[in-house]
């Protein structure tokens, strides 16, 4: 199994930048893709970004699309979520989580993740 923890999440103003990090231990980082979702109290956890287990896929959701990048240092175990031109509406708790299902390439749904960090919060104050 592999063990997740995330950091960098913070307050920071609409426009702002932020770069989340999530770190890896245990079983070979690269057996997994990697995903960052959110949530808000009272919603769904939503997807954000996923990334392959080599790094060569990413995928977006629309609503971070053009703002966030999701690049991932397998030699580091290392996986990082870079937001930009931050929204109030980006408000809500960060997860990263890793994956085996999809040959490793990603995932939008929850449930085909494994393994999930504890969360960051991050808000964006208008």
């Known amino acids: 199994q592999v063990q997740l923890v995330e950091s960098g999440g913070g307050l920071v103003q609409a426009g702002g930048s932020l770069r989340l990090s999530c770190a890896a231990s245990?079983?070979?980082?690269?057996?997994?893709?990697m995903g960052w979702f959110r949530q808000v109290p009272g919603k769904e956890r939503e997807f954000v970004a996923h990334?392959?287990?080599?790094?060569?896929?990413?995928a977006y959701a629309d609503s971070v699309k053009g703002r966030c990048t999701i690049p991932r240092v397998n030699a580091k175990n290392l996986m990082s979520l870079q937001m930009n031109s931050l929204k109030p509406e980006d408000t809500a708790v960060y997860y990263c989580?890793?994956?085996?299902?999809?040959?490793?390439?990603?995932?939008?749904?929850?449930?085909?993740?494994?393994?999930w960090g504890q969360g960051t919060q991050v808000t964006v104050s208008s």
């Open positions: 989580a890793a994956s085996t299902a999809t040959y490793r390439s990603g995932s939008v749904i929850p449930r085909e993740y494994d393994y």
């Open positions: 990334i392959s287990w080599s790094g060569g896929r990413t």
């Open positions: 245990g079983r070979s980082f690269s057996d997994y893709a």
